[in-house]
């Protein structure tokens, strides 16, 4: 072990009370590693790779793994044709599955789920450090519902080196949210040279023209540092897949409202079914500076700015025919400022390794309102805006850490690696009001500004401590025993552990595998999170559950979740060019947080009075022209079990002349089921906390199945990409009002990308390619519940695809893609 003779005085003081060691950034995979090979982009042989994620060893390559971890390089990432991380993620990873469309804000921030999870039941690391999580709570139905999890869009792709994602439970190592996994994103570290791309593309039919320009620079500021900075500035447009509204071609209404005629492209005048706009500018730099041997000082900071804004529902002219006599289509806006810093020194004191950093990161999401009205404001004083200042969601993160590590030599095969460290964590939640426009009354169309009531400041302080030992007694069994405490300033204590083993019987096999529990505590956005939903027909108010409204309905606040995860598996090396495993997993987790069904007050086919006695208690005034009102509300509701597989197989070959081609398949399996119902409040009778549409969001809104069947092949400058994502059937149910339910299904479907790149010269290549080639679409909304929301002229109709398609709703995307490398 390396020690560094530490300097005395100030400077002494100071290397005792920062050194740490900062995780490195490990050698560049060509998108696969070893055993734990990228599942859908192989490039080049494969390429062992050292990894940092789900191990405290130092010097452990990902085909040594006792847990499945997958490793992704940067190259992977570009070739999936999209320049964003979730897409990208999404398109090599089988168990990980990207939001295509939300409703509401969310529909301005989409993000991602691990093995059918909760979006908020897997950590995101960026060079091992926690990432802070978004304020645009996704607050409406569907199986990403309650996601507050790190919005990767704010991390440029050309600035990552390589991800590793554990695929595994790992709460004991890295605390609350890891319960499905782990993704590690490692940053380039490169002191000179650079790239440059730009990406231009869009759907077949129409909508969604992006624009993504990127660049990378590495350079060496002085001595021994390295500083690598990367910007990204991306445009995405709008498109819209949405089918007709009911009520613009009801017999009544295009009688008594002539000037609907006059709407832009009527009939289809409403655009909600589709993606958002948006405008995204990113920065990030990673600094490293090695002030002695064996310590470095090192800093990471990212910042980025988005406006986007997302069509609504369109308004009949009746609702402000002064001001908009043809009707209008009211869109939401948002103004997003996401900051991270992260700081800290690495070192060796007494022989043992020490990282202490600090990492501070917060996001500000300013809601707006634009094209709209207040209806109520306007018959009482005889004006409104137009556009109005809904309020804001600010969430902040500061995550202080002090870990050591150290070898020792007891006589096993290898020296024993004793891991500890300490942790502190204050988290932030905040609503701002609205102004007074957008919340007078039932506030502005579309989206009322956050009341009164809503506003609020919330604080979280976490401690923990944790523990690892890993080592191998004996030359082919590796045993790794992690512990951790933890304590919440308003949950109280949680104890977590795991155990991990792997044995290789001979260097072409082995077997491994983990048991272990874990926890999450609820983000303060479900605890804390007020406000009202609104569409042209209903209006329902999300109460936050410590609310007084929500001791009416019967749930009294939030507790954590708790997990127990197993798994068992396989990895074979029968050839130096043929790696394959395989891993089998359960995954409990009691007393998960979900959001509720659709709970009536009125205009279902049950309603309760407890409801309407809810809605009072928090101070809401609702549209008194809608048809339907009613709460949503997170709670505990549910234990839940998943089970499934995740299969890997890559393999290299060279043809001669012919060239090389790195094949891969990998699958996931994964069977998510509610097991207990836990809370069935008498007060709702006679509805029920969950209906069959909430359930379905959690067992079957995605696919069991996901298989990629992948083939690169290289000749010369020439570079071929083939990817078959084959989707297996997935479903939901819904209903129009809560009487009859239908079941809307995606069938087992084949979506094939496909990339041709040409390197020009040394610095330039080019390369076109299709994400969904074939322009392939998900099955439509069942025809049944159509034509009950059509009888009811009900505005959700215009949704005829399924928002939980995982392959999106909107067809085949074309791009083309030019790089520079200097």
């Known amino acids: 072990m390396h020690k560094v003779q530490l300097k005395t005085g100030v400077a002494a003081v100071m290397s005792t009370l920062l050194m740490g060691s900062a995780y ?14 990228a599942p859908a982009d192989v490039a080049g042989e494969a390429v062992s790779a050292v990894i940092v994620t789900g191990t405290r060893a130092s010097g452990m390559k990902v085909e040594n793994s006792a847990s499945p971890i997958q490793v992704l390089d940067a190259s992977a990432l570009q070739r999936t044709g999209q320049p964003d991380l979730i897409q990208a993620l999404a398109q090599n990873l089988p168990s990980f599955t990207a939001q295509a469309f939300g409703g509401d804000t969310a529909n301005l921030t989409l993000s991602a789920r691990l093995r059918g999870l909760s979006p908020n039941d897997t950590l995101v690391l960026i060079n091992g450090k926690r990432r802070h999580g978004t304020a645009n709570l996704a607050v409406l139905g569907g199986p990403y519902q309650g996601g507050a999890a790190a919005d990767l869009n704010y991390i440029p792709v050309a600035a990552i080196d390589h991800i590793e994602v554990l695929q ?15 993704i590690n994103i490692i940053l380039k570290s490169n002191n000179h040279g650079g790239t440059a791309t730009a990406t231009g ?30 910007g990204e500035s991306k445009y995405h447009g709008y498109s819209d897949r949405g089918g007709l509204d009911p009520r613009v071609v009801n017999p009544a209404n295009m009688a008594a409202y002539p000037g609907m005629f006059q709407q832009p492209g009527y009939p289809h005048v409403n655009h909600i079914s589709g993606d958002a706009q948006y405008h995204l500018n990113v920065l990030a730099a990673n600094f490293g500076y090695d002030f002695a041997p064996g310590s470095q000082l090192y800093a990471i900071a990212t910042y980025g700015h988005k406006e986007a804004r997302a069509y609504e529902n369109y308004r009949l002219p009746s609702r402000l025919p002064l001001i908009y006599p043809t009707g ?30 600090s990492t501070y990161g917060k996001d500000t999401s300013k809601i707006g309102v634009a094209d709209s009205g207040n209806v109520s404001l306007f018959k009482d004083t005889g004006s409104t805006p137009t556009n109005f200042r809904a309020g804001a969601f600010i969430a902040s993160q500061l995550t202080t850490t002090l870990e050591a590590s150290n070898e020792f030599a007891i006589g096993w095969a290898k020296p024993l690696t004793v891991a500890t460290g300490l942790e502190h964590r204050i988290d932030k939640y905040e609503i701002e009001a609205g102004d007074a426009a957008s919340r007078y009354k039932e506030g502005s169309q579309s989206y009322p500004g956050f009341s009164l009531t809503d506003a609020g400041s919330h604080r979280r302080t976490n401690q923990a401590a944790y523990i ?60 804390y999170y007020s406000a009202t939903n609104v569409s042209p027909t209903s209006a329902f108010v999300q109460l936050a559950p410590n609310s007084a409204g929500a001791k009416l309905v019967g749930v009294d606040g939030l507790k954590p979740e708790h997990s127990t995860n197993f798994s068992l598996g396989m990895v074979l090396n029968p050839t130096s060019n043929l790696a394959i495993t395989l891993d089998a997993y359960q995954i409990t987790i009691r007393d998960r947080i979900v959001g509720s069904g659709a709970l009536y007050g009125s205009g279902g086919a049950l309603n309760s009075p407890a409801v309407v006695a809810a809605i009072k208690a928090n101070g809401n005034v609702l549209d008194s022209t809608v048809s339907q009102t009613g709460i949503n509300i997170f709670s505990n509701a549910v234990n ?48 029920t906390l969950l ?12 696919p069991k199945l996901r298989l990629n069947l992948g083939a690169l092949w290289k000749i010369g400058n020439w570079t071929v990409n083939l990817r078959e994502a084959i989707y297996g059937p997935s479903s939901n149910y819904g209903s129009e009002d809560g009487s009859v339910y239908h079941k809307n299904e995606i069938s087992t479907t084949a979506i094939t990308d496909l990339e041709v790149g040409y390197k020009i010269n040394k610095d330039w290549s080019l390369a076109v390619g299709a994400n969904n080639l074939f322009n392939k679409y998900p099955d439509g909304i069942n025809p049944l519940l ?13 949704t005829v695809l399924p928002s939980f398609s995982p392959f999106g709703i909107n067809g085949g995307y074309y791009y083309v893609r030019a790089n520079y490398k200097f």
């Open 640 to 687: 839940t079990r998943s089970r499934g597989l995740e299969f890997v197989a890559t393999l290299a070959e060279s043809y001669g002349t012919a060239g090389k081609v790195d094949w891969s398949l990998a699958a996931n399996y994964n069977k998510v089921e509610v097991v207990k119902i836990n809370q069935a409040p008498k007060q709702l009778l006679p509805q």
């Open 201 to 230: 593309g869009g759907y077949v039919d129409g909508g969604g023209r992006t624009g993504d320009g990127a660049f990378n620079v590495g350079m060496e500021p002085f001595q021994d540092a390295y500083l690598s900075i990367t």
């Open 328 to 357: 209008f289509s009211p869109k939401e806006t948002l103004k997003q400022d996401d900051f991270a810093l992260t700081a800290g020194i690495k070192g060796t004191l007494a022989g043992w390794n020490m990282d202490l950093s």
């Open 168 to 182: 595994d439970g790992a709460a004991a190592q890295y605390g609350s949210d890891a319960i499905a996994g782990v």
């Open 786 to 798: 159509l034509a009950d929301q059509r009888a009811a002229g009900d505005n959700a109709a215009v």
């Open 24 to 37: 490195a950034a490990a050698p560049a995979v060509d998108a696969v590693a070893g055993a734990a090979a």
């Open 468 to 527: 690892d030992f890993a080592g191998n007694p004996v030359a082919d069994l590796t045993l790794d025993l992690a512990a951790r405490y933890e304590h919440f300033s308003d949950f109280g204590n949680a104890k977590v552990g795991k155990f991990t083993t792997r044995y290789d019987f001979t260097p072409a096999f082995a077997l491994r595998g983990t048991f272990s529990n874990g926890f999450r505590a609820p983000t303060l956005a479900e605890e």
């Open 691 to 702: 209906d069959q549409t909430a359930i379905s969001d959690l067992e079957t809104a995605s």
